[in-house]
């Protein structure tokens, strides 16, 4: 087993991909300052950014490499090979880009990007297994590891290709736990019989397991301790063997608080509330919700502009809502941007989806809400 689950790190993670943002849409760096200042008084460590997170490295900068001591956290980023990259060079140069935003002077974690099928082929064309570990030598980063999004055969074919990957992150939380589309549960039993130890992204899958449909939270009100939906989310993947930390995407203060106030002295489940996840986890399997954790990688080279998360949200959130509300909130989201059915079929968004979902037909099954 990896030495880095004896490090005994703070189980919770503050990842830095949904921060609050001011009207004008940059970043609130004084809530994120507060927010950092509480993550870190209740004994956190881990900060997870990247690359492709728009403003996040610079404000990683303000509210905690130029407040805090180097030696005080441990901060996570990662390159995507993906996205903006169009060549070895440009793909190389995300590296120094984010030691330039962050002023961190090395990095902690440094991840490959969201792996999957339709892109893994260029962290090879690029030579980037070889380029993190030169930077690791050169001290620049002190464990390199990738993020996955795909299938379990590619991901033990990576691990058996590059053994001396030192961690993984994997997206798990209890709804996708036995989902084909994402394979939480057969991914993490991989890293764990490769002794590689799991960072976990979309423990509460974009906020949809915080606020969940109908029939799980009556599954959790039973309980009735004043418990979020969210704290069984969290503390599902926080209660997994070969966990190195559960990252949580936190938007306000008021999240931070909710998640320190079960994490801070985290205990696993019990045996007990282990029976209300597995309950609704069968709730969950007779829903028709759309997977979608709203990571917006489809939406940025859209060429009609369609706010493909903010529609898939109104579709979600139809159920046991007046159909008036539920066009409301399409016109709301489609307003001076593209609709479900200005979608041309060109099938960009699907090529970059983690979650692997048919985004052209659920647009076309979305067009309901533009004839009533």
Request: hydrophobic share 35%; charged share 25%.
């Amino acid at each position: 087993m990896s030495e880095l689950l004896d490090q005994n790190i703070f189980k919770l993670g503050f990842g830095l991909m949904r921060l609050p943002r001011l009207s004008d849409g940059t970043i609130d760096v004084p809530q994120v300052s507060d927010m950092v200042d509480r993550f870190i008084e209740a004994g956190g460590t881990y900060f997870d950014t990247a690359f492709v997170y728009e403003g996040s490295e610079e404000a990683t900068r303000k509210a905690l490499v130029e407040r805090y001591p180097r030696d005080s956290y441990t901060l996570a980023t990662k390159l995507n090979a993906a996205m903006f990259a169009k060549d070895e060079e440009s793909a190389k140069s995300e590296f120094r880009i984010s030691l330039e935003r962050t002023g961190a002077g090395y990095f902690d974690f440094y991840l490959l990007h969201a792996l999957q099928r339709s892109n893994v082929e260029l962290y090879d064309k690029y030579h980037l297994w070889d380029y993190v570990k030169e930077l690791k030598g050169q001290g620049l980063i002190k464990h390199y590891g990738f993020s996955f999004h795909a299938d379990p055969e590619l991901l033990e074919e990576l691990l058996e290709k590059h053994p001396d990957v030192e961690f993984v992150q994997l997206q798990l939380n209890y709804a996708d736990w036995e989902n084909p589309g994402v394979n939480a549960r057969k991914n993490w039993e991989i890293c764990k019989a490769h002794g590689i130890p799991v960072t976990v992204m979309e423990p509460v899958k974009g906020g949809i397991l915080a606020d969940p449909i109908d029939t799980v939270k009556e599954i959790f009100d039973r309980q009735k301790n004043g418990l979020s939906y969210s704290s069984y989310a969290v503390r599902f993947a926080a209660s997994l063997d070969n966990i190195l930390v559960v990252l949580s995407g936190m938007s306000t203060l008021g999240q931070m608080e909710d998640n320190l106030s079960y994490m801070k002295d985290f205990k696993t489940l019990s045996e007990e509330e282990l029976s209300l996840i597995h309950e609704a986890q069968e709730a969950i399997n007779r829903d028709q919700s759309i997977p979608c954790t709203a990571c917006r990688y489809c939406t940025k080279g859209c060429p009609m502009g369609i706010p493909i998360p903010e529609i898939f949200a109104v579709e979600n959130r139809k159920k046991g809502s007046p159909e008036f509300r539920t066009l409301r909130e399409y016109t709301i989201v489609t307003q001076g941007r593209g609709k479900a059915s200005d979608c041309i079929g060109c099938g960009q968004c699907e090529s970059v989806c983690p979650q692997h979902l048919p985004i052209i037909s659920l647009l076309e099954k979305a067009r309901w809400m533009e004839s009533k």
